[in-house]
């Protein structure tokens, strides 16, 4: 089993920054691959950023290249998403999600959930 807990969401202003923090534990956290979904109200759930157990590779949705950078700590067994120029529409529930092989950007693709952490962008 592995347990994740996500923290930083907060209520931002367009155009700021947040840090988002996803801590894990249980198995061994470096072998498995990461990922930052995000669900805001009446949405489904959608990808938003992934990362290899390595580090080494890394995937992002469309929506936010060139904004948001997931990186991890396997010494720490975190993994963070910086959030950058942050807007409106990147209001939502974020979620962090672990899977024991490889990486993957569907979310049936990943086994172990945290609860959410929110994230509001005001105009």
């Known amino acids: 089993q592995v347990q994740v807990v996500e923290s930083g969401g907060a209520l931002v202003r367009t155009g700021g920054s947040l840090r988002l923090s996803c801590a894990a534990s249980?198995?061994?956290?470096?072998?498995?691959?990461m990922g930052w979904f995000r669900q805001a109200q009446g949405k489904d759930r959608e990808f938003v950023a992934a990362?290899?157990?390595?580090?080494?590779?890394?995937y992002y949705a469309d929506f936010v290249k060139g904004r948001f950078t997931i990186s991890r700590d396997n010494a720490k067994n975190t993994v963070y998403l910086q959030m950058n120029s942050l807007k409106p529409e990147d209001t939502a529930v974020y979620y962090c999600?672990?899977?024991?092989?490889?990486?993957?950007?569907?979310?049936?693709?990943?086994?172990?959930w945290g609860q959410g952490t929110q994230v509001t962008v005001s105009s």
């Open positions: 999600a672990a899977r024991d092989n490889g990486i993957a950007t569907s979310p049936g693709l990943f086994t172990y």
């Open positions: 249980g198995r061994t956290f470096s072998s498995q691959g």
């Open positions: 990362i290899t157990w390595s580090g080494e590779h890394t």
